[in-house]
């Protein structure tokens, strides 16, 4: 069983990697998260690619779509 930081380690990674299996990836934080009980996955902005306003909520938008709640760290 995958645990979401494992799950966020490969989106992390996916992410620079220009999106290599996100979608996979994506399915597998959405497990982790119903496993452990969570309803968002809290996501570190400075390891995003495109780490500035528009970066961020253009990945909300798509973790949304795919059934993921993503929040930021301060």
């Known amino acids: 069983m995958t645990t979401v930081s494992d799950a966020l380690e490969l989106i992390y990674a996916s992410l620079a990697n220009d999106n290599a299996e996100i979608d996979t990836h994506i399915k597998t934080l959405k497990a982790a998260l119903a496993a452990e009980g969570k309803k968002e996955a809290v996501v570190e902005p400075t390891r995003l690619a495109q780490n500035n306003r528009a ?3 253009t990945m ?3 973790f949304r779509k ?3 709640t993503v929040t930021f760290a301060e």
């Open 66 to 68: 795919k059934g993921v």
């Open 55 to 57: 970066g961020r909520k």
């Open 60 to 62: 909300q938008a798509y």
